[in-house]
């Protein structure tokens, strides 16, 4: 049902909800144009893909810096942008959503950038949308956060110079993590070689092994050997219950240090979406140290977010 959404009758990209069940050419078509913008920019960063064309960012849920990097992804394709937040509280039911989708419709919206804490609001939105209206996932719940995903495998693929093959662990909060799932969906697709996921047993989802995973409770053995390691943020909002003891335990039993960075492939990089929790995920000289790619993960989103916009709005004249 999502690839039927997701994709038109030809394959091609209406909206852009999920990595799974992506096919990997398609994947492989965004990485590729993404990387192209990565390259152009410090040059001209101006496109006219998208002039004329109008974005919403519709975010149900805080965050400066996802909004930010949308925005800047719209308009250097040269899009007309509208921010809207949306108190969460206020449009909860699916009457209300749809109130909200109609009335915006209404000021001729190309595209739908759209973040809710509901799983699944994304597709809603995706299936009540008018016929050439663009909905872009940017995070839904616990399911998806597809830009997130396709930066994540932009980083891999420009410093690794491939997916195909790599063995990845990813180490944090799986349970509440949308970040994780789409990752692990794109790092399948493109034949990560192993996906290792760690967390204590109040983090881990059942059934994770469903995706194709190996499950560790215990990160240094997670550690060894890999070439890439993806730091989930600790999602303190979403912990409702007593997931944890204390922040200072959970960085000493998964924090990463010196000496678990030897425990990784010598020239493994080290990835976090941010922000981070400074001394909880992560020492503070491995954040910023020489293989940390968090930074490029942030410029890397820009152009992952251009070349999403582009593909499905770009070419649709």
Do not use: W
């Not at 049902?1 to 992506?22: I, N, V, Y």
């Not at 000021?107 to 699944?120: E, L, T, Y």
């Not at 789409?182 to 399948?188: A, F």
């Amino acid at each position: 049902m999502t690839a039927s959404l997701q994709l038109d009758d030809q394959g091609r990209l209406r909206h852009f909800l999920t990595l799974e069940g992506l096919p990997a050419p398609l994947l492989t078509a965004l990485l590729d144009r993404a990387d192209a913008f990565v390259d152009e920019q410090g040059t001209d960063k101006k496109h006219d893909s998208l002039l004329g064309r109008t974005v919403i960012n519709l975010f149900f849920e805080p965050s400066t810096r996802t909004r930010t990097t949308f925005e800047l992804a719209a308009k250097r394709l040269s899009a007309d942008v509208l921010n809207l937040q949306v108190a969460a509280s206020s449009a909860t039911k699916g009457e209300t959503l749809l109130d909200t989708l109609k009335t915006l419709e209404a000021m001729q919206a190309d595209m739908f950038v759209v973040r809710h804490d509901a799983s699944g609001a994304a597709h809603f939105f995706a299936r009540h949308a008018a016929p050439g209206v663009a909905i872009l996932n940017a995070g839904d719940g616990r399911h998806a956060h597809p830009t997130q995903g396709l930066l994540d495998l932009l980083t891999i693929r420009r410093h690794k110079g491939r997916v195909n093959g790599l063995k990845v662990c990813i180490v944090g909060d799986i349970l509440h993590s949308r970040v994780a799932r789409s990752d692990i969906h794109g790092l399948r697709t493109l034949g990560a070689a192993e996906i290792r996921v760690v967390a204590p047993p109040t983090l881990m989802p059942s059934g994770i092994e469903q995706m194709g995973v190996r499950i560790f409770h215990q990160v240094d053995p997670a550690l060894e050997g890999a070439d890439v390691v993806i730091l989930l943020r600790l999602q303190k909002e979403r912990m409702l219950g007593a997931f944890l003891p204390s922040l200072g335990e959970f960085h000493r039993d998964y924090g990463l240090n010196a000496r678990r960075m030897a425990l990784l492939q010598p020239d493994a990089i080290v990835m976090h979406p941010g922000p981070i929790n400074r001394g909880v995920e992560i020492d503070g000289d491995i954040a910023y140290g020489p293989q940390s790619v968090i930074l490029d993960q942030v410029r890397n989103g820009i152009a992952a977010r251009m070349a999403v916009m582009d593909l499905i709005l770009g070419g649709r004249r």
